[in-house]
């Protein structure tokens, strides 16, 4: 699905990417594979990525209806694993599925004002039918909302393409924007984000047939992470005027442990409205945003010393209400309802409006950040895309409330009231692009496996995929259950031993209210030093409904989806909590196992003689998929 030749090389020369450097012990030397399979070790199968090299930030994803083309470009370094010579990599494809990735860089570091980066932007047609790239030049480093912003070293530039992607010319006008807005103290000003947004050209009085937005991500230092909001001439895409800050929420601005923390920078920030499917006059607008400088319980996370960590970041969606100043002619977005778009390591995320689908499509960058220098290097590449997920409001009406928390508690939902005391309740949700799914289902060595409805603990044969049904690290899982009131526990287990010692564990605790993945670690004393294996958790609620015509009240099934392909995981829970995470120690499988447990039974989480009401209701298993 992804091919890729690769030649030539570059000469630019960046600084390296600040990471944890750990020496990988002997002892663990001789267990990894030879020279010629290490590149191969954990790399994917039906995610996109180049075939050598560091890639971060996807970029510039677009269609292109004259050729049927969509367009998804990737910060790329192609000249080694680690963070430099950042170049745009670039990947075509006619269906969304299967991609064709250049062999070359599309834009590389070579003039004056982007000679130390081609960072992260945005594609859009123009009227005079050119593909344009509007990207963020780099001319000085480093460049970090820690330290002071050196006015000009982040500018705007673009490129065209006159021949339908043939071939791409940078503007003699570039830079088309010097810099941040004079009199600012920014902590960042990158990332160009350009398309319509008739909600924000309503606000401003303007015609929304004739008008582009753009937004560069940033900050203002001390204040506010922000984007800085722009109105495109659609006739011009050189001309961008500045209108002001489009969010100002306060530093770290974090309502609950349902909507994170936005950090103290913002990163390729996106804006897009959606509508609700059944309500076309309820519509509501978001932002999607990398947040820099995030807290970890009332502390800023550093980087630990003792091996790979993440950085102090995440990946976040908020949504309000544009409003316009009057007396300033600008406009600002409130802050409503937000939360995590994926709480593992994707970030960075990515979208466009597809035409075809008229689905919101977003990509996200998987990072390798779990993973220690010396084993990266040994691979000779690092960090992935996502696959490419379609975006939606999910609405559920006739909710009354929660497993624990108070409705009115959880930020990340929008409550509205209905009858009865009861509300609809609406979010963002997310899942991989359909037609992906559908392809990679109907793969030629693809096998499906069925488990049926059963009572957890009672019939054993009936709770495991065995390890016949789970040959392969390429898989797709979906499943659901219902959890009974006395349910403490509930979830399922990868074995990676044959006695499951070693497992990847998606666990779900309903009185905690949280969603936790349980990764296994290296069979090797100190393993941590090199592979980072902590759990990835969320915060997830099911919610309790009420039939309006008969007044019974029943919660939500536990519906989890998931995806491996190799060393990547990405899981979705009832469509609104996503996690992405990398699986380095998982390279056996011995089958997969369900259970549950309630307040009254073992604190063993590995159960089979489970006596509560909590059921599978079924269970679909694709193995093989992908290959």
Known sequence: MISTSMSGETSHSL???????????????????????????????????????WMNDPCAPGYD?????????????????????????????HDLISWKVDDQPVLSPDKSYDYKGVFTGCFVKAQDETLNYIY?????????????????????????????????????KNPILPGEPSGLDVTGWRDPFCAPWPNMSKTLGLESKESLFGIISGGIRDITPTSFLYKVDPKNLSDWKYIGPLANLGLNFRLSRWSGDLGKNWEVTNFLSLHDENDPNSTFDFLIMGAEGCLEDGLEESPSSAGPSHPSRG????????????????????????????????????????????????????TEEDLCDDLRHQQGWSGMLSMPRQLYLQTLHNVVGSLVSDLSSITSVKLQSEADGAFAIQTLASEPYQPLIQHLRSSLDAQLTHLGRSSLGVSVNQLEFSPENLQSK?????????????????????GHSRGYENATLMIFEPQNETFTISRPSLS???????????????PHTLFT?????????????????????????????????????????????????????????????????????????????WDGIGN
Request: with cysteine.
């Open 15 to 53: 600084a390296s990417y600040s990471s944890t450097r750990v020496t990988t012990p002997e002892g663990f030397k001789a267990e990894t594979p030879s020279l010629a399979q290490k590149s191969m070790r954990w790399r994917s199968s039906f995610h996109l990525m180049p075939q050598r090299g």
């Open 136 to 172: 963020t030049s780099v001319s000085a480093l480093p460049i970090h909302h820690t330290i002071p912003h050196k006015r000009g070293c982040e500018t705007l530039s673009i490129a065209t393409s006159s021949d339908q992607g043939k071939t791409w010319y940078k503007s003699d």
């Open 474 to 494: 390429h898989w797709e899982l979906e499943c659901s259950f219902k959890v009974s009131k006395t349910c403490s526990k509930v979830g399922l287990s990868i």
């Open 315 to 366: 990946q976040l969606w908020m949504s309000g209400n544009l409003r316009k100043d009057e007396a300033t002619g600008s406009a600002s977005i409130s802050y409503d309802f937000g939360g995590h778009l994926d709480h593992g390591c994707l970030y960075a995320a990515n979208s466009f409006f597809d035409p075809r689908s008229q689905k919101h499509i977003v990509w996200g960058w998987i």
């Open 65 to 93: 209806p004259s050729t049927e083309l969509y367009y998804v470009s990737f910060q790329w370094n192609p000249n080694g694993p680690d963070w430099g010579d950042i170049a745009w990599g670039t990947a075509t494809s």
């Open 524 to 538: 090797t004393s100190d393993s941590s030093l090199w592979i980072r294996s902590s759990p990835e958790a969320a």
């Open 545 to 621: 409904v009420r039939n309006p015509s008969s007044g019974e009240e029943y919660t939500e099934t536990l519906d989890i989806r998931a995806w491996r392909d190799n060393s990547v995981l990405e899981v979705f829970v009832n469509g609104r909590t996503a996690i992405s995470t990398r699986l380095y120690a998982a390279e056996e499988t011995f089958g997969m196992r369900f259970f549950a447990e309630d307040e009254a039974s073992s604190t063993e989480v590995l159960r089979t003689s489970h006596t509560g009401s909590t059921e599978l209701q079924f269970a679909n298993l």
